[in-house]
């Protein structure tokens, strides 16, 4: 999330998966950067998606490890996670990794539970229930909740830069392109000879980020895929809308889609 004001950009970082809901209604409200008290063409909004059933393999993997998300998880998937397979997570009643993107993107009321305390999305299994009424199957609800991908849509739809996880050099081209302003762009950008606009290494521009890729983990079984093909049917539909829209706004601001030639290595400084 980035706030940007008379032309400069200062980075808000806040903690690790805070859903939209939660960054606009929690995040953002503590600190005074709101729609209401900042004009709507001061703010950035970016996001990132990925393919959904390579993302929920990848959270897996991660999960496994201990790396993410612990609240998220109910208490039965703790107790099972040291000989869950990928199977059994993408099928699990209470895995919040299906459909993430979209429930993310989402915007979503607070709910209040019993002892008072606020539940947000992020609280999956608990916030959900409340969500569907006490459904014990409100991960079912929620996987043809076509609401919740009106909303997320929404968001992309209004995003001035959607980006895709296996473009991160195209993607940080999308952003400083945005960002930079007509009068800035010069420092940023060569006009190339086809006319579209290609990022240069420069003190001014000091990047270092990764190469692109595309994970892609192979020990995912064909029926695995499936299953979480099954369970992610609003992913796949954000997701491929986030790809329409990132085509688009590279049309639209006449970015190249080859920046890899000018990402990944920083020039020394002399």
């Not at 703790?78 to 997570?89: A, D």
């Not at 569907?132 to 001035?160: T, V």
Request: net charge positive; glycine share 4%.
């Amino acid at each position: 999330m980035f706030r940007c004001l008379n032309g400069r950009c200062h980075s808000h970082p806040p903690p690790n998966h805070l859903t939209f809901t939660e960054i606009i209604n929690a995040y953002l409200a503590e600190r005074g950067i709101l729609y209401s008290t900042i004009p709507r063409d001061r703010i950035t909004l970016m996001t990132i998606l990925r393919n959904p059933i390579d993302r929920v393999v990848s959270e897996y993997h991660h999960w496994k490890r201990g790396w993410c998300c612990s609240w998220m998880f109910s208490d039965d998937m703790i107790r099972n996670s040291k000989n869950m397979t990928l199977g059994q997570f993408i099928s699990h009643p209470d895995c919040p990794a299906n459909n993430r993107q979209t429930w993310m993107l989402a915007d979503l009321p607070f709910f209040l539970a019993s002892d008072g305390r606020m539940v947000t999305p992020s609280q999956y299994q608990q916030y959900f229930s409340l969500f569907y009424a006490g459904a014990k199957n409100y991960s079912d609800y929620l996987n043809q909740d076509s609401s919740l991908l009106k909303s997320a849509a929404h968001f992309l739809a209004n995003a001035n830069v959607v980006g895709l996880t296996d473009r991160m050099s195209v993607n940080i081209a999308l952003l400083l392109f945005t960002v930079a302003g007509v009068a800035k762009r010069h420092a940023f950008f060569d006009l190339t000879s086809s006319g579209c606009f290609k990022l240069k290494l420069s003190e001014e521009v000091p990047l270092v980020v990764r190469h692109d890729r595309a994970v892609h983990y192979e020990e995912a079984s064909p029926i695995d895929r499936e299953v979480a093909r099954q369970r992610n049917s609003l992913d796949l539909k954000i997701f491929k809308l986030a790809e329409d829209q990132h085509h688009q706004l590279l049309l639209k601001n006449k970015i190249c889609t080859d920046q890899s030639a000018k990402i990944g290595t920083r020039r020394p400084r002399t």
